[in-house]
């Protein structure tokens, strides 16, 4: 096999990350291209906030703080602690050097420039080498409806601390929001396409919801590789465990594996897991077993080079 | 003479908030009404920012950073050095904390409401007793026609250092611009209106320049008392003397105080240029010798005192 050279990427934050920092060390950066979730994006005190986006940059950048997941390293608090003097919200951290990043891309946005746009601004001051695109430029919020009613995503997971029982999830104005410019092409195009560890139904969920982009999986099914994000019906990272059983899916590696059979060629699951890979196998998919739980750079860059080494699914 | 009890001063910045200081120790904070300059006002990556309601509010709050006359003390640049990373202009200095507050007064404009509504909620929020009103809502930058070109007065100021020459002042939009709720109320109520001694031609001018703000002062004259900005031919902050030449006025006290006569009832010089006093008295006005160069609390408070326990001038 000739070894794939174009890898594009769809990813949520935190556990995405980790494997991009993987692939960002083991093969070209050049090469490889990264499709954001901005379902999670909020605007607040008038700041236009991209969480994602933003972990994915800051972490190959290399200015993350790796022990949060988010944010700068070494970083202060001391504007939000004045905006709550101000009677703003603060249950959202917004550190000092973060704010830079979102009032850079607010007025980028004030001028008429594109989200696409501002990360890339972003992403080239701190000298990231991958491309990142938001999955579109058009604002597509995700929509928490549970039992204490509609709540926007992250006053969902950071505010209420994902208590409130998730009954439905929906990305408001996904029906017209057009995938952002680049985004089709790095599917088409791409050698090979990865779906990082991320939260199925509120990270990869979004992506896939944006007209022309589940498609464009589709046609691409055997070049496209899935790390399953739940480990032993745990997930690696977040509230996916039990977003998934509440809205009726098995919290597993197999309930992972029906929503990404139709578009997924290669389904990835930890050792933890194999006993389901005949389960999974059933449903049309190659299914292999490398180890999915990265807790050191040694474990992002040897995942990232057994995914880079394996066959396409057919 | 019974004591004047509502006090209005018209303050520009960092010279107004010296007296301003010393009249809100000495007297009842909440009979003061102070209209704040807001000509120098900015736009800088898309945040709204208001220096003298800024550094009026600071000063009156305890928070300012005294040395330099301006934002909070023991403030932090974090987010500027970013912002700069992201190729935006850093000549404007914005502290960490500082951009809370212009973060809370963008968003509050951002949702409809005045820069009147954003100053109360800041003043409030910071614990000042004294009332700080915009000299109007609508923006009116002062623009400074120089051997440069046309500068927004920051651009003068601060990033070209005052050394431009000046060769016209214009205040943009002040024709159409109305005086921000209470202005007209504060300086027709008022026992006492007192000129701050700041830049007569870009802290006070704008104020004058506001329709219908000269008209109410001129009916109230009697009771108007200004503090002279120039000593020894000098301004005690900034390049007032500097512009009053360039613009071909005087550089002196006689050079204000000829600015001022028209709505002026007591002119205030210091003893250093008691030898102006026949000279600014033929222009009609009373005049008054007391110390005016304030460089200590006690400085403030005496001046504030002595201005307080003045006759009005008929």
Request: aromatic letters at 4%; a positive charge.
């Amino acid at each position: 096999m000739k070894p794939p050279r174009k890898i594009t990427a769809l990813a949520g934050g935190v556990g995405a990350s980790k494997l991009l920092l993987g692939l960002y060390a083991v093969m070209d950066p050049r090469d490889l291209t990264i499709i954001v979730n901005t379902g999670d994006d909020i605007l607040l005190h008038g700041l236009k906030i991209s969480p994602d986006l933003d972990i994915v940059t800051y972490t190959l950048a290399g200015v993350i703080d790796s022990a949060k997941g988010w944010g700068f390293r070494d970083e202060t608090f001391h504007a939000l602690k004045r905006l709550a003097v101000y009677g703003r919200a603060n249950w959202f951290n917004l550190g000092d050097r973060d704010l830079a990043t979102h009032i850079h891309r607010t007025a980028l946005l004030g001028e008429g420039k594109s989200l696409s746009h501002a990360a890339d601004s972003i992403r080239t001051a701190l000298g990231v080498k991958s491309l990142i695109l938001p999955m579109s430029d058009d604002p597509v919020p995700t929509v928490i409806e549970s039992n204490e009613g509609a709540l926007n995503f992250q006053e969902y997971l950071v505010k209420r601390r994902a208590e409130p029982v998730v009954r439905d999830i929906h990305f408001a104005g996904v029906d017209s929001a057009r995938p952002a410019p680049g985004v089709l092409e790095a599917i088409l195009d791409a050698d090979r396409v990865i779906v990082c560890p991320s939260n199925p139904l509120i990270s990869i969920g979004p992506i896939l919801a944006v007209p022309g982009i589940r498609e464009r999986l589709q046609a691409r099914r055997e070049n496209v590789f899935a790390v399953c994000p739940i480990v032993g019906g745990k997930s690696l990272k977040g509230p996916s465990d039990k977003m998934l059983a509440q809205l009726g899916h098995e919290p597993s590696a197999l309930g992972v594996a029906k929503l990404y059979a139709p578009f997924t060629g290669t389904f990835i699951i930890d050792p933890a897991d194999k006993a389901q890979t005949a389960a999974i196998a059933a449903l049309g998919m190659k299914v292999t077993i490398l180890p999915t739980v990265m807790k050191t750079l040694a474990h992002k860059r040897k995942l990232a080079r057994a995914l880079l080494a394996l066959s396409p699914s057919s």
